[in-house]
């Protein structure tokens, strides 16, 4: 994630995109369970031009590099905004290599995507860090990256870092087995950036007479606040020259005090300064959601999938836009709800599919006449289909943006880190690179940074 080109610095590309995902937050700040209060908020010209739209156009559409033909000229410039805004090279396909069928490794069997991102990522790590003789695995997991590098080089000497105690037990276990087993440690221990953390990683290192070493942080599905964590950690201990972290999970960011923002997001001056100038609501956890959804590389498909996945989000939005404000539905547990998507258009059908609910309570309530009241009224908003196809040009108009929101989000993390070793005199090399096959792998970006 990147400058896009056509930007002269981080704060114009900051408020360009700021303006346009406020001006378009419709698009994403409710939950695609509400999507009908999207659909009051889409553009008559955006509605009138999905309603018509041919499949291989829909198909067309998220990729707003390539050319859609013939449509409006708000659309055009809708779709040109986003390519502008959006670096090119984000989008590239990563560099090409063998890709792994599922693979058993020291007694586990491994899916395919787990497989094609230990080997991708140890690998780069075992190129890049020719000096390094100590490597700290944060989030460590059950240990499969570790063991990734210690076949690719038997020196180096792991430490796995895990909050998840079950976790850390089973990683010890099966690095028993292993015949370098004497190079790796797994500890309990949540990581953060206070001084304590940093203090018991040096603790560690020092047991095993590490504590001056080169060392190197990683990380493998760094979920929701860790990658910004190990990002701190870098920056604070001297004998940490490199960085390998892969962020995802970014809608599980902690959320602060007032609970009206996040800890961690945004992070660079540059980006608080253009979200300033906006309601906060623009940027909420739905857009965290959207950064790490997929992204549009699976997105084309024949047109009976974009129809049935039209009509079961239209028809659990409906059910929901039945409630009132105290009130909630879920899905009725396997067996019981019998009905498909196809016959959401009779209320009974509803009924049969979803429960209604107290939030208050928890507890299940009747449904009453005044929910099929509001039935009858939204089906005849919404008849012929209607429904089921804005539901799916909002989830195409989704996948249009969900890159633009991911490199605002990522690119944040890096001027973050630029303007924090700016302030403290220290000179590194900093840059996201995409290693993995997003189809397999929608994370695919990994941020590397290096102390010179």
Known sequence: MSLPRGFANDDAYFRAAVD????????????????????????????????????????????????????????????????????????????AGDMPGNATRNNCKMSTKKLHEIDKLATHIHEHCPDTKFIVDLGSGLGYLSEALLKLNDNYLILGLEADEKRVHTARQRSQTAANANSI????????????????IQEYAAALGLEQAPTALIGLHACADLSISAMLLFLRMPQVRCLHIMPCCYHKLALSADACSFVNFPLSRALKEAMSTVSAACFNRPFLRLACQQTNSRWQSDGQAHVEHGKQMFARALAAALCDDDELTRVRRPGKAQTDCHDWQTFANIKHKYQLHSRQTGLALDWRPIHESRF??????????????????????????????????????????RELAAAQQLRLTVRYEKLFDEKLSPRCHVLIAEKL
């Open 20 to 95: 346009f995902l406020h001006q378009h937050s419709w698009i994403y700040r409710e939950a695609n369970t509400s999507c009908l209060k999207s659909f009051d908020a889409m553009p008559g010209y955006m509605k009138d031009y999905f309603l018509e739209l041919t499949n291989d156009q829909l198909n067309i559409f998220p990729f707003v590099q390539e050319p859609l033909g013939e449509c409006p000229k708000e659309v055009l410039r809708f779709r040109q905004e986003i390519a502008n805004l959006t670096p090119t090279q984000a989008a590239a396909a990563a560099p």
């Open 185 to 200: 440690s797994y500890e309990q221990l949540f990581i953060t950036a206070d001084a304590s953390c940093c203090a018991r």
């Open 376 to 417: 009858d009224a939204i089906s005849q908003l919404y008849a012929n289909g209607r429904g089921a196809c804005l539901a799916e040009a909002l989830t195409c108009l989704q996948a249009s943006i969900q890159l633009l929101c991911e490199n605002v989000l990522l690119y944040d993390r890096l001027c973050y880190l």
